[in-house]
């Protein structure tokens, strides 16, 4: 069964960074899609950016394009979501997904594999 542990949310002031961390077991990443949502309080579940492997071809959702980076370290196992010039309204708790084969970031009922999320706070 796999499992999905993020880590590195935090609090930060307007314009700082944070790197998110999703941790799987080894090999996971070779065949499932690996995505990251996050979900403010009285708001939907958002689709953030998406990791699809063999190839690693990303997606990013238009609030976070030129700004968040995903990609994958092969040599710690994780997915990883660099966040920079963080805005106010990033925050929000984030989560970790995983689909097994193709995802997309509209469709969240599609991840079957969450992690337990983690809350980042960027204040003005």
């Known amino acids: 069964q796999v499992q999905l542990v993020e880590s590195g949310g935090g609090s930060v002031q307007a314009g700082g960074s944070l790197r998110l961390s999703c941790a799987a077991s080894?090999?996971?990443?070779?065949?499932?899609?690996v995505a990251w949502f996050r979900q403010a309080p009285g708001k939907e579940r958002e689709g953030v950016a998406r990791?699809?492997?063999?190839?690693?071809?990303?997606d990013y959702a238009d609030s976070v394009k030129g700004r968040f980076t995903i990609s994958q370290d092969n040599d710690k196992n994780t997915v990883d979501l660099q966040m920079n010039s963080l805005k106010p309204e990033d925050t929000a708790v984030y989560y970790c997904?995983?689909?097994?084969?193709?995802?997309?970031?509209?469709?969240?009922?599609?991840?079957?594999?969450w992690g337990q999320g983690t809350q980042v706070t960027v204040s003005s």
């Open positions: 990791f699809q492997p063999p190839g690693g071809s990303t």
């Open positions: 080894p090999g996971t990443y070779y065949q499932w899609c």
């Open positions: 997904a995983a689909s097994f084969g193709i995802c997309h970031l509209q469709y969240p009922a599609t991840f079957t594999i």
